[in-house]
């Protein structure tokens, strides 16, 4: 697949398959027919129509939406029709540097197509030979790509912590690294996408890092999420992108991100427009 396909995989969604989830006038997220056709089981939470699902105006305060909605999907999962709950808490806001309507737990997240938010870090190494990357493989236990490709780092955002708080958190528990080290991460930019997945649509604002670590530095995971790290030449990356699927969708993504910054993809490729394109979603405002 090429480096323009793996983009475009990262955008295919069909709207006319959703109906918007509107809080306050504004559109926060989309909801398939069946789930919005489900909601009217929650009236007094959801007002439900043909062409849209609007949160109850009667909820005016973070605490109230949060509660009712909760309740909402607490119900949905043990009916089984949001397959599980993952105890961690995103916030619902359409941009990061506002403040939350709500909050929501992250499995229902894709299922109401809110915008999620993320961190992604490249974990790189200068040696003598060139360049070289660290890619962590997904613990097969995982339940949403197991056993595919990933940064040395890489997580959702959660509720309640910064940026920089989730990245420290993160690669202390994906690769044990020390806080001094993984603070020195250098902001580097943001790609987005909106795409449908197995768990839901995906609507999401990754922000990336680099984080430069010396050659004697060997990753450890300590919460169970990957299976193995393996450090390779840059080369080597840009190869099992374009010729195998063994990453994930989104990590590719943040690659190519990469490849472009750095100067790896010019002005002279052909596709080099498009994937700029390609880094960001288009946005949907009806």
Known sequence: MSLLERVKTCHFWQPENYRPFIINNEIHGHIAHDLATKLKDFNTVFNVSSQSVTLSD?????????????????????EGIIPRWRDEEYAVTNSWHLPPLLK??????GHFGIRS????????VKTEEGLKVWIGKRSLAKPNAPGELDHIVAGGQPYGLSILENLIKEAEEEANIPQAISSTAKATGMVSYRCERPDGLKNDHLYIYDLYLDESFIPQNMDGEVEEFYLWPIEKVIDRITKTDDFKYNVSLVLIHFLIREGYLTPDDDIYSDLIEGMHRQAITS
């Open 58 to 78: 009667k909820l005016t305060t973070f605490e109230s939406r949060t509660g009712e909605v909760e309740s909402a999907i607490k119900v949905l999962v043990k």
């Open 104 to 109: 929501m737990d992250r499995g229902a997240s």
């Open 117 to 124: 938010y993320g961190v992604h870090v490249n974990g790189l």
